[in-house]
C-alpha cells in the first residue's frame, strides 16, 4: 500500500513557474514507477509526465515537453515536477500516481495509488 499527498500547486501567471512535489508513504517507494497526470474540469485526466522505479527512463506528454521536468529523489520517498513557461491551459487539477505493473506509462488505468490533487491555475 501506498500513499501519496502532492503539494505545490498555487496560482501563477503565464510564463511563470511552480514545483509540485508527491511524497510517498511507506519502505517501497523506490520500486514504483511514478506518474503525473492532469485533469481539466470537463476534459479527461491527461498524462503529463512519467519516471521510472530508477529514475533512468522519463516520458512527458507532447504538450508539457520542454517545459516541465519529472524528478524523483527515492531517499526522500519524493517525486517531483519542476513546470516552467506555464501557460493558462496548463490549469488543472494535477495528480500523482505510482505503479508497479508494466504497460504504456500514459494510461491512467496502469496506475495502482493516486494522491488526492493540488491544484495549478495559471492566469492570462
Given at each position: 500500500?501506498?500513499?501519496?499527498?502532492?503539494?505545490?500547486?498555487?496560482?501563477?501567471?503565464?510564463?511563470?513557474?511552480?514545483?509540485?512535489?508527491?511524497?510517498?508513504?511507506?519502505?517501497?517507494?523506490?520500486?514504483?514507477?511514478?506518474?503525473?497526470?492532469?485533469?481539466?474540469?470537463?476534459?479527461?485526466?491527461?498524462?503529463?509526465?512519467?519516471?521510472?522505479?530508477?529514475?533512468?527512463?522519463?516520458?512527458?506528454?507532447?504538450?508539457?515537453?520542454?517545459?516541465?521536468?519529472?524528478?524523483?529523489?527515492?531517499?526522500?520517498?519524493?517525486?517531483?515536477?519542476?513546470m516552467n513557461n506555464l501557460k493558462p491551459e496548463d490549469t488543472a487539477v494535477y495528480y500523482c500516481a505510482a505503479r508497479r505493473r508494466t504497460g504504456n506509462y500514459?494510461?491512467?488505468?496502469?496506475?495502482?495509488?493516486?494522491?488526492?490533487?493540488?491544484?495549478?491555475?495559471?492566469?492570462?
Amino acid at each position: 500500500q501506498v500513499q501519496l499527498v502532492e503539494s505545490g500547486g498555487g496560482l501563477v501567471q503565464t510564463g511563470g513557474s511552480l514545483r509540485l512535489s508527491c511524497a510517498a508513504s511507506g519502505r517501497t517507494f523506490s520500486s514504483y514507477a511514478m506518474g503525473w497526470f492532469r485533469q481539466a474540469p470537463g476534459k479527461e485526466r491527461e498524462f503529463v509526465a512519467a519516471i521510472s522505479s530508477s529514475g533512468g527512463i522519463i516520458y512527458y506528454g507532447d504538450s508539457v515537453k520542454g517545459r516541465f521536468t519529472i524528478s524523483r529523489d527515492n531517499a526522500k520517498n519524493t517525486v517531483y515536477l519542476q513546470m516552467n513557461n506555464l501557460k493558462p491551459e496548463d490549469t488543472a487539477v494535477y495528480y500523482c500516481a505510482a505503479r508497479r505493473r508494466t504497460g504504456n506509462y500514459y494510461y491512467a488505468y496502469t496506475y495502482d495509488y493516486w494522491g488526492q490533487g493540488t491544484q495549478v491555475t495559471v492566469s492570462s
